[in-house]
């Protein structure tokens, strides 16, 4: 049901941070921190304790200095040596995020909240299969209630969102032109140029074991069972999703997901979920997940409020078995030249984003179809880093996003060994690289002029700062 999501270290520094405190653009900070008397007891004498100051005012954002001091805190607990970051380059970060964010308000760019509260659903998902229960996710963020964690994840959310697409925004329109690539490759001198590591092509054939019919029809005959209960006994759907329920992002909540067309759901799922009347239940129907049901509990203009069961069918040891067979043949008929890599995978795989072209990997990262193998995936690594061009790797097995067993195949196409950069071997990538300079410069252009045109005042020690940007604003 959820997308994949990547959780940075940017994500996991701010978790901590109270950020969306707001003031007015032109309201004035005291460059000073308050300090109150504190009596202990009739006895003693008063003592000074400080108050959370303000480091820095970005537009309408806030910072206080806790938000920075907890954020270093939080950088080290993750590993980040003290020595490769210092307080002043985490604050200027810090700044940049709330300059986009502000300027994205103001540029009326929009983040639905449905958006935010599907990444804060499986972030929550996420921290609660690795520390076990949502108490433990609460007591290991020092937090009060999941309520309120909720709500400060979802400014955190909602923050970097408007943040990444005001980025966006700026670099859309940034095109680079085959002689700029020219320009940037001869600019860079002969022996500064980069080394490109060790780059392979790789294809893969993935046998999953068949559900048998008889599996797919109990869990669609429980599904049938459960809304029955629903619509003619008066049961709570919510309760039988929390008791039944396969889906560990929703289970907790009774099923429960804010949605609107945009949202990254599966296209069978939102079909339904849009075609359903307030109260009525669905009957069940099948994603690549699963078998789900669906309850629309509320609508409120594009948005809506759904409830949903997922049962997954799951395969029997006969059919594992049977998956087995099936994928030591295939390795064998490769393996002394009955039939091509490429051509058994349109024939055998059962994956359908590369079964079609031969099995052949995309880099997700670069949308080309070379890894660079010092950046590949470390289970990937293993299974590919000693294969020659077009060797077979043994019968691996793997699951699917269900947890249910898969066998895989891999071969390397192709293996670029490492070399200086080289025009014409590399344009692509040095391509990416004149564009990504351009990028860089059309963000700094974009951030000086921002700056000036933004209310901004840094306070205390963040003023002895040098900053890349002029967040000063210091006469040239």
Known sequence: MKYIIKNTICIAVLLLCSTGAQIYAQEIIEDVKKEVEKKEDSVKSFQKIKIDGVAAVIGEYVILESDITIAYQQLISEGVSAADVSRCELAGSLFENKLYAHHAVQDSVIVSDAEVNSMVDQQLSYMTRELGTIDKVLKFYRKES???FRKELFEINKGNRLAEQMR????????????????????????ERPLFGTELELAQIVIDPK??????????????????????????????????????????????????RQ??????????????????????????FGWHIIQLDKIRGEEIDVRHILLIPDVTRESVEVAQKLVDSVRAAVVSGTIG????????????????????????????????????????????????????????????????????LITVLNRFDEHIADYSKDYLKIQELALR??????????????????????NGEYRDCEFSGNWLKKEK
């Open 437 to 458: 300079k351009k990028q860089i410069e059309a963000i700094r252009a974009w951030q000086e002029e921002k700056i000036n045109d933004t209310y901004i005042k840094i």
């Open 341 to 408: 890599f490429k051509e058994a995978a349109r024939k055998f795989s059962n994956e359908k984003e590369t079964k079609e072209d031969g099995g052949q990997l995309l880099n997700p990262t670069t949308g080309d179809t070379r890894f660079e193998l010092t950046k590949i995936d470390p289970i990937l690594y293993d299974q590919v880093s000693k294969l020659k061009t077009n060797e077979v790797s043994l019968v691996i097995p793997d699951q699917d996003r269900q947890g249910r067993k898969k066998f895989k």
């Open 263 to 288: 949202t990254p759901f599966a296209k069978e799922f939102k079909d339904v979920a849009f075609s359903l009347q307030v109260g009525e239940v669905s009957e069940p129907f099948k994603t690549d």
């Open 168 to 191: 966006s925004k700026i670099v859309e329109d940034v095109e680079i032109t085959p002689e700029e690539v020219r320009e940037f490759f001869d600019e860079i001198p002969e022996d």
């Open 146 to 148: 999941e309520a309120d």
């Open 211 to 260: 559900i048998p019919d008889e599996e797919e029809q109990k869990v669609i005959d429980r599904l049938k069972q459960f809304r029955t209960d629903i619509v003619e006994n008066g049961s709570s759907f919510a309760t039988k999703a929390v008791l039944y329920s396969q889906d560990p992002g929703s289970k907790s909540k009774g099923g429960k997901y804010t949605l609107n």
